[in-house]
T-cell receptor, first 114, second 115 residues
Framework: GENVEQHPSTLSVQEGDSAVIKCTYS??????FPWYKQELGKRPQLIID?????GEKKDQRIAVTLNKTAKHFSLHITETQPEDSAVYFC?????????????FGDGTTLTVKP | GAGVSQSPSNKVTEKGKDVELRCDPI?????LYWYRQSLGQGLEFLIY????????KSGLPSDRFSAERTGGSVSTLTIQRTQQEDSAVYLC?????????????FGQGTRLTVV
């Protein structure tokens, strides 16, 4: 089955700095890569996703880049703010009619210091 | 409702008792997941249902854990003879299948405390 590794497990940055979280995966058939944010005491929610036919996607201060050849993708947060402090999970799945099981990374706890 | 609903929100049970946790997925979502999350930890995969296919039970930690999905909709996670190490938040998620976006929508979770 799919194996997803996420690094780092914890990340502390100063407000205004950038944060980068990276995930690697093993199954070359995987083609959908979402990122989820889980604030303290709340449920994980999707913040951005990318499909394998795209190399980069950006939404305001967050972006995701994908390297299909190397089988890794990264979440980039620029101009970090204290409200970005949360646990971030990457996930990997295959979009198809009958499959699509998502495999999650172990999470990265991001702390943005004011 | 429009989202994934879980009940109860909180459950305190005595060691050795059985518990049932319920998940109502988003209508029409064919995929349903159960995860366990201990304080400050990641998402521990338990079980995955997809349509009428046999469920992927590879994450269930012991034979005390079982899950059913009735009619492709509501799911129940049962823990028999609960132990203190079963204490955690149990999260359910559902997603649509197909070649479109298949993001997972999570419920608010059931916080289980075994005393």
């Amino acid at each position: 089955g799919e194996n997803v590794e996420q690094h780092p497990s914890t990340l502390s940055v100063q407000e205004g700095d950038s944060a980068v979280i990276k995930c690697t995966y093993s199954d070359s058939a995987s083609n959908y890569f979402p990122w989820y944010k889980q604030e303290l005491g709340k449920r994980p929610q999707l913040i951005i996703d990318i499909r394998s036919n795209v190399g980069e996607k950006k939404d305001q201060r967050i972006a995701v880049t994908l390297n299909k050849t190397a089988k890794h993708f990264s979440l980039h947060i620029t101009e970090t703010q204290p409200e970005d402090s949360a646990v971030y999970f990457c996930a990997v799945s295959s979009l198809s009619l009958n499959a699509g099981k998502s495999t999650f990374g172990d999470g990265t706890t991001l702390t943005v210091k004011p | 409702g429009a989202g994934v609903s879980q009940s109860p929100s909180n459950k305190v049970t005595e060691k050795g008792k059985d518990v049932e946790l319920r998940c109502d997925p988003i209508s029409g979502h064919t995929a349903l997941y159960w995860y366990r999350q201990s304080l400050g930890q990641g998402l521990e995969f338990l079980i995955y249902f997809q349509g009428n296919s046999a469920p992927d039970k590879s994450g269930l930690p012991s034979d005390r854990f079982s899950a059913e999905r009735t009619g492709g909709s509501v799911s129940t996670l049962t823990i028999q003879r609960t132990q203190q190490e079963d204490s955690a938040v149990y999260l359910c998620a559902s997603s649509a299948s197909g070649t479109g976006r298949t993001e997972a929508f999570f419920g608010q979770g059931t916080r289980l405390t075994v005393v």
